[in-house]
Each structure stands twice: as structure tokens, then as C-alpha cells.
């Protein structure tokens, strides 16, 4: 009975003892390799820190990949082809991301399409804007932007109107272009049919125009001020003082009477007096 009983501390022992001798030789070994590689290490990262430092002349440009290209244009054109009768023309830009021009009567089905279809799943609607071109006959066109979650993938919808066509609201298949609509009708004056509550967001009540419009001046029509008066916030007419009038885009400081040039003063010829001032 004693045999055994002194027998399992002296058995329990020897695994801890051969841990430790483990222990103390993997240290060992790391201490003989740091030792040995020390120099060489140091000298590297110097080399490392100095080549890093040197400046970059070549350009930045982001690498072209040709994969997700042809997979992003066989998707648009897969798109195209279930829906021709809407759908006027994809493109790829030069950042693979992927476009699709439609015609105004396509908002509504194409972008349910992409919601619904379970090869697209774009069911988050990233934003709504608008672009002004006056040049062009539609002079607005009308940006959607959409994310799917799904496919970790983005594609952006384009289409076109002038000022007195309405488009069709994106309120009954995404419930966030509500005040998208809202501020592009703010902005722009893009009116959309059917949209649950078209009111301005931006502007103040009785604003007049469309600010974001290219034919809207920057200074506006009218300015506000509290007049201490009636007690209360009044709209003015814009009164801006000679130095905005003229106000030149190439040197716009010189434009200030603190920026600009000395005006040269009439010399005098030898023997002249100098006019007397009162």
C-alpha cells in the first residue's frame, strides 16, 4: 500500500518536469535566434525604411480587372434581353460599374426586376439624385442607385425628362425615395406622379424656382433678414454691392478694394509743382 502510494506523486512528476525542460529549450532556441539574426534584421528594416521613402513617380492607377468586367456586361446584357423594351442602351465605365439607360416608362418595371429577380436582389435603394444639363433636349437626368446585399454588388439605373414631363415615384417599390423625390422636385423641379407627398424639403416656405438648375443664379432672387422692426424674419430682393457685380472667375480677389492693384499716380516733369489738394 505504501509502494503505491508514493509511486503516483513520482509518476504525476514527470509529465510536468519534461514541460518545463521543453519550455526552457524552445527559450533557449529563441534567444540563439534572435542573437544570430539581430544584425542582419536591423540592417534590412533600415533598407526597407530608406527604399520606402524614396518618392513614387510613377501613377496611381487603379488595376483594370477584365473578369468582373465581362460579368458585369454579361449580366447587363442579360438584363437587356428579358427587358428590350425598356432598356436603351449598358455600359461599363472605366471603374466596373455597371449602367443601364432606360427609358422614363421603365422606372417602375425594371426596377422591380432588379429587386425581385434572384439573380439581382437589389433591394436597397443607396440613393436618388439628379443631373442638370441644359444642352440637352431632356435636359434632367435622373440617377438610381442601387445595392444588393446578396451579391455584395452595385448598379446604377439612368433615365431622362425635361421640365414639364412627370416620372413615374419609386414610393411604391422602395420606401426610401420618398424625400429623394422630395428634394429632387426642391431642387430641380422634377415632378414625379403618384409620389404620396410631394412638398419641398430644402427651401424655405414661398421659395420661388429651383436652386440646384443651371439657369439659377448663385446669388438667388431673394435674401432674408430679421428686421428688428416688424419683429420678425423678412424676404428682399438681392442687393449686392459693386464689388460682387463684377466679380471675374480667373482673378476673383483683385475684384476687392483691399486686393487690388495701386492706381499709378501722374508723374511729374522737373521743375513742375505738385498739385495742391484740399
Known amino acids: 500500500g505504501e509502494g503505491l502510494v508514493s509511486a503516483q506523486p513520482a509518476a504525476a512528476s514527470v509529465p510536468i518536469a519534461m ?13 540563439r535566434g534572435f542573437r544570430n539574426s ?3 534584421w536591423s540592417v534590412s528594416i533600415s533598407q526597407t525604411r530608406f527604399e520606402g521613402s524614396t518618392p513614387e513617380t510613377r501613377p496611381t492607377v487603379r488595376p483594370r480587372n477584365e473578369l468582373q468586367r ?6 447587363g446584357e442579360y438584363v437587356a434581353e428579358i427587358l428590350p423594351k425598356y432598356i436603351q442602351h449598358i455600359q461599363v465605365t472605366c471603374f466596373n460599374e455597371l449602367e443601364l439607360c432606360i427609358h422614363p416608362d ?3 418595371p425594371v426596377l422591380t426586376f432588379l429587386r425581385d429577380h434572384t439573380n439581382a436582389q437589389f433591394k436597397s435603394l443607396a440613393d436618388e439624385t439628379a443631373v442638370d444639363i441644359p ?3 431632356f435636359r434632367f437626368e435622373v440617377v438610381y442607385n442601387m445595392l444588393s446585399l446578396r451579391f455584395n454588388s452595385r448598379i446604377r439605373v439612368k433615365t431622362y425628362t425635361d421640365e414639364l414631363t412627370p416620372l413615374d415615384s419609386l414610393v411604391p417599390v422602395f420606401q426610401a425615395a420618398n424625400w429623394y423625390e422630395r428634394e429632387m422636385w426642391d431642387m430641380y423641379g422634377v415632378f414625379f406622379t403618384n409620389h404620396p407627398d410631394l412638398r419641398r424639403i430644402l427651401t424655405d416656405y414661398g421659395f420661388e424656382g429651383h436652386p ?4 439659377f443664379p448663385l446669388s438667388g432672387y431673394v435674401e432674408v433678414r430679421y428686421d428688428d422692426e ?5 424676404a428682399e430682393p438681392v442687393e449686392l454691392a459693386q464689388e460682387f457685380r463684377k466679380f471675374d472667375l480667373n482673378s476673383p480677389w483683385e475684384t476687392f478694394p483691399a486686393h487690388r492693384e495701386p492706381v499709378e499716380l501722374p508723374k511729374l516733369d522737373a521743375g513742375e509743382k505738385k498739385p495742391e489738394t484740399k
Open 19 to 31: 514541460a518545463a525542460r521543453l519550455v526552457s529549450l524552445a527559450c533557449a532556441g529563441l534567444r
Open 38 to 40: 539581430a544584425p542582419g
Open 70 to 75: 465581362n460579368q458585369l456586361s454579361q449580366f
Open 106 to 108: 421603365g422606372i417602375i
Open 135 to 137: 444642352t440637352r433636349p
Open 212 to 215: 440646384f438648375r443651371k439657369d
Open 230 to 234: 416688424v419683429k420678425r424674419v423678412v
